[in-house]
């Protein structure tokens, strides 16, 4: 049985006020074309499908055409859940009805120990669980309205991790464990990498989930972090979002992951333990994180920084990826690419010209020392996806100079002096240049008197 994990295609993505939703299109018909050449079972999207709550009618008819795509033409089944960005209810709209069509949406916090069976054309049933984002709160308030009144008595959800612990527990008391398991969930597994592009789902690292219990699951499509990366173990693993959506990401290889379930074979079920009734809670203490005794390593090759903890639960987990799954990258070439270009303004006007790549979405720090009338115009010309300057250059310089009032005015005098040639293209004449300093003066004078 084959599936396609994806996540973070935040439909309708504005990024520096360009929107992102022709490169979306792009990176998504590359999905549907791998659904077909790797006769795919199943597509399975870990949330974050619109970039906000209430999304723009564009936003909207591309997921649908994608997904009648999917759905109705190719005849594979799409099973998702909600991110932080979506809004659970909204993009629930119709689940009901839309199983019917092979569209399967948990955005229901009571549901989430009713998973949906898919079985492959290689007859490969898998279960498939989704745990649709949630904050604690959400979480108190079911289990307070939860009948079981040991739940309700022993049951504390301070943060995140206690959350998503009490929703694994309710799926750990239905799971078989001979048959194969799959959770979809939008969290951020602890010791993670995370990129800038990312809506911190609390502040202070309050968000952060234990990956452990997350062990007994046969595969975990995760969603939340946009770099592709594994935690704990290879099968417990971020697709990483369909497109870099922020500089930051300018290294990061985006794609989806291809995942292949056989049967598990005797030896795997006979090695499986009793199952636990209940999964002890696992306090998450960021310092003790040391070593990377699983030694993960993301796919995009950026170095993942910490280990995650690992509990005396976990040793007895055999270490390496089961036999019966499989693990595939599947690349996303983008329309445009992100990237960052940094250099002198003639060099990069020239390097502009013969780049076949001159359409890409750019950052660009400029090294020159001295201003530059319209520096974003000038390169506009050969980068006409130019989004950001950084003038660096400048900055260096500025640093340089102690920050003490007589230098402060010469560098005010520098600034003007530049843009003065730049625009009259002759060089500041003597005359001028003294009643510049004259201005300058005046202006510190006027300002110091305001101030004191
Ligand atoms: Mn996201």
Redesign the pocket.
């Known amino acids: 049985m084959k599936f396609i994990h994806t ?2 295609w ?1 439909i309708g993505r504005q990024f520096h006020n360009v929107s992102l939703l022709e490169d979306q299109r792009h990176v998504l018909e590359q999905i549907i074309q791998y659904i077909t050449s790797e006769q795919v079972d199943a597509l399975v999207i870990a ?2 499908i619109y970039d906000r709550s209430v999304p723009p009618a564009t936003a909207v008819t591309l997921l649908d055409e994608v997904l009648h795509k999917v759905c109705h033409e190719l005849k594979t089944p799409v099973i998702m859940i909600s ?3 979506d809004s659970a209810d909204r993009l629930s709209f119709g689940a009901r009805q839309l199983k019917e069509a092979g569209l399967f949406i948990f955005g229901d916090i009571h549901k989430v120990k009713e998973p949906i069976q898919i079985t492959g054309k290689s007859g490969t049933a898998v279960n498939f669980f989704g745990i649709p984002y949630h904050d604690p709160e959400q979480i108190r308030q079911l289990v307070m309205e939860s009948n079981n009144q040991a739940d309700h008595d022993n049951t504390t959800i301070k943060n995140h991790n206690d959350a998503h612990n009490y929703l694994i527990n309710q799926i750990s008391d239905v799971i078989n464990d001979q048959e194969n398991n799959v959770l979809l969930s ?1 969290c951020f597994v602890d010791g993670a990498e995370e990129s800038e ?3 911190p789902l609390s502040v202070g690292g309050a968000d952060r989930v234990s990956y452990s219990p997350m062990l007994e699951f046969d595969y975990v499509a995760l ?4 770099s592709p990366q594994y935690r704990g173990k290879p099968h417990i693993r971020y697709s990483g ?1 369909i497109l870099k ?1 922020s500089f930051s990401e300018q290294h990061q290889k985006k794609g989806v992951t291809l995942v292949e379930v056989s049967e598990k074979s005797q030896t795997i079920k006979k090695q499986l333990k009793p199952k636990q009734t209940k999964i002890a809670k696992e306090p998450i203490i960021e310092d003790m994180f040391s070593d990377d005794l699983f030694a993960e390593s993301s796919i995009s090759e950026d170095t993942s920084s910490n280990a995650d903890n690992i509990s005396s639960n976990d040793a007895s987990q055999p270490q390496e990826q089961a036999s019966h799954i499989s693990i595939t990258s599947l690349p996303l070439r983008p329309l445009r690419d992100m990237r960052v270009l940094e250099g002198e303004m003639d060099d990069l006007l020239k390097n502009g010209e013969n780049d076949p790549d001159a359409q890409d979405y750019l950052m660009i720090r400029l090294t020159d020392t001295h201003a530059i009338l319209d520096a974003m115009g000038k390169l506009r010309e050969v980068y006409p996806n130019v989004l950001h300057l950084e003038k660096p250059g400048i900055m260096a310089v500025g640093e340089k100079k102690a920050l003490n009032r007589e230098k402060l005015k010469r560098s005010e005098l520098d600034m003007f002096q530049d843009f003065f040639s730049q625009v009259s293209g002759n060089p500041i004449s003597e005359d001028q240049n003294q009643a510049l300093k004259k201005i300058i003066t005046q202006l510190h004078n006027a300002e110091r008197e305001t101030k004191a």
């Not at 969603?223 to 946009?226: C, P, S, W």
């Open positions: 996540s973070d935040h949330g974050d991110g932080n960005h939008h592009s990312e809506r969603g939340h972090l946009h979002s959506y």
